[in-house]
């Protein structure tokens, strides 16, 4: 994918002789110009964030199983640059969510892979929503 670059690290200087000065040729100089400041876009990391409602009854052991399952995901993901997971001291303004997962991620293909791998899909069904309330509340943002 391409993006306009930023203000370079150092100016472009270009030069023109009076004698280039014709409209129709200055204009295709600012148009190659312009094109040089192209620049393919370096992959951006990416933050995924969950937002987990667990039901009343569901013990420490079994939270403790999920953080675990989670965050031993991490060295079988080479894509994975951080993660954490743990519950809301601020109940009043959680919603009802008790929880939260926050995973730094090399960047959207690392997610994707992260998102289809078979021993996350397993920490979901077998460990995450058995024991959940509500649908979870997932969003993800390059940064």
């Known amino acids: 994918r ?4 930023r203000a370079p690290a150092r100016p472009l200087t270009i030069i023109v002789r009076t004698s280039l000065t014709h ?5 295709l100089l600012a148009l190659s110009a312009s094109l040089l400041c192209l620049e393919t876009a370096a992959a951006m990391p990416v933050k995924h964030i969950v937002f987990f409602k667990f039901k009343a009854d569901t013990g420490d052991d079994k939270l403790a199983t999920v953080k675990d399952s989670l965050l031993a995901l991490k060295p079988s993901l080479p894509g994975i640059l951080d993660m954490s997971f743990g519950a809301t001291f ?28 078979a021993d996350h899909v397993a920490v979901i069904t077998n460990h995450i929503k058995p024991n959940l309330d509500a649908p979870p509340l997932a969003m993800d943002y390059e940064f």
Do not use: I
């Not at 919603?95 to 690392?110: E, R």
């Not at 997610?111 to 791998?117: D, H, K, P, S, V």
């Open 90 to 117: 601020m109940h009043d303004r959680a919603q009802g969510f008790t929880h939260a997962l926050v995973v730094d991620l090399k960047d959207k293909d690392a997610l994707t892979e992260y998102a289809g791998n």
């Open 2 to 5: 391409w993006q306009a670059c």
């Open 23 to 27: 409209p129709v040729l200055l204009s």
